[in-house]
């Protein structure tokens, strides 16, 4: 059974920086789209950005272009994103998402398995 769990969220100044983490497990992911979606109050979830297990190539939102980097560690089984010079406008709850395949999705509803959850607030 696939689990994502994602951490590393919390309150941070505008233009801190934050990592999210999503630690995966239940199965290999190496054939898999892992993505990184938010959701703020009143607002349809949005896509952010997403990798490809197997060889590491990401497509991020032009929204957070430049100020935001998905990784992977293969040994920790894990995604991060990197979030630096945060804007107020970043508030959202944080969704780590993973769907088997090759294309990069970014609508919600391609995904298979959610995480929970973890809430970034940048105050201004």
């Known amino acids: 059974q696939v689990q994502l769990v994602e951490s590393g969220g919390g309150v941070v100044q505008a233009g801190g920086s934050l990592r999210l983490s999503c630690a995966a497990s239940?199965?290999?992911?190496?054939?898999?789209?892992m993505g990184w979606f938010r959701q703020a109050p009143q607002k349809e979830r949005e896509f952010v950005a997403a990798i490809r297990w197997s060889v590491g190539n990401t497509y991020t939102a032009d929204s957070v272009k430049g100020r935001f980097t998905i990784s992977r560690d293969n040994a920790e089984n894990t995604v991060y994103l990197e979030m630096n010079s945060l804007k107020p406008e970043d508030t959202a709850r944080y969704y780590c998402?993973?769907?088997?395949?090759?294309?990069?999705?970014?609508?919600?509803?391609?995904?298979?398995?959610w995480g929970q959850g973890t809430q970034v607030t940048v105050s201004s």
């Open positions: 239940g199965r290999t992911f190496s054939g898999y789209i």
């Open positions: 998402a993973a769907v088997r395949g090759i294309l990069f999705y970014t609508a919600d509803g391609r995904y298979d398995y």
